[in-house]
């Protein structure tokens, strides 16, 4: 199985703040990266796909870049609904896996 | 609009055997695949496998074969999930997906909790 690793596990920020997140696959995956954000009681939403694309209806201050083992969101201008936990995972191999998620939390 | 509705919350007896289904509304349903993916309480979240509702053809996680099962009824656009020989261990909420070309996963269900206690 392909294994996803996220770091950090969680942080603490402030709104405003600039976010980044890291995601390293155990193998190449080529751009098959996708990051979901989840909210307590609720099922996980995209908000990238295939490593850079913004999902419709998310807000532009989400980005995602990277290829091959290593990737990134970032959330530029924290608001208060960003508030979550994210999640990354692999679709380039069956199982798809899942990274073991990033808490960010309000300072 | 695109949805997938799952049923509600089940409690089961260590041992016994759980169903969750998913109906899916608002597009054509033998054109996506459906997805399981579960997550236990605070943890993170776990696939379990993939149906084609088109023809049903399956494939499910190694930790999960022998004890898991999906099938489909395209007469009701609903997929079903089986679990049995259940522990303490499969207490979580499980979710069906919406997976779209290149593998992301555009729509959930809201979830079924499935508590397991003795």
């Known amino acids: 199985d392909i294994q996803m690793t996220q770091s950090p596990s969680s942080l603490s920020v402030s709104v405003g703040d600039r976010v980044t997140i890291t995601c390293r696959a155990s193998q190449s995956i080529a751009n098959f990266l996708n990051w979901y954000q989840q909210k307590p009681g609720k099922a996980p939403k995209v908000v990238i796909y295939t490593a850079s694309n913004l999902q419709s209806g998310v807000p532009s201050r989400f980005s995602g870049s990277g290829s091959g083992t290593d990737f990134t969101l970032t959330i530029s201008n924290l608001q208060p609904g960003d508030f979550a936990t994210y999640y990354c995972?692999?679709?380039?191999?069956?199982?798809?896996?899942f990274g073991q998620g990033t808490k960010v939390e309000i300072k | 609009q695109v949805q997938l509705v799952q049923s509600g919350a089940e409690v089961r007896k260590p041992g016994a055997s759980v169903k969750v289904s998913c109906k899916a509304s608002?597009?054509?349903?033998?054109?996506?695949?459906i997805h399981w993916v579960r997550q236990a309480p605070g943890q993170g979240l776990e696939w379990m496998g993939i149906i084609n509702p088109g023809g049903g053809v399956t494939k499910y996680a190694l930790k999960f074969q022998g004890r898991v099962s999906m099938t489909r009824d395209a007469s009701t656009n609903t997929v079903n999930m089986d679990l049995s020989s259940l522990t303490f261990e499969d207490t979580a909420v499980y979710y069906c997906a919406r997976a779209q070309t290149g593998g992301v996963y555009d729509v959930w269900g809201q979830g079924t909790m499935v508590i397991v206690s003795s």
């Open positions: 608002g597009y054509t349903f033998t054109t996506h695949y």
């Open positions: 995972q692999q679709s380039f191999k069956t199982p798809w896996t």
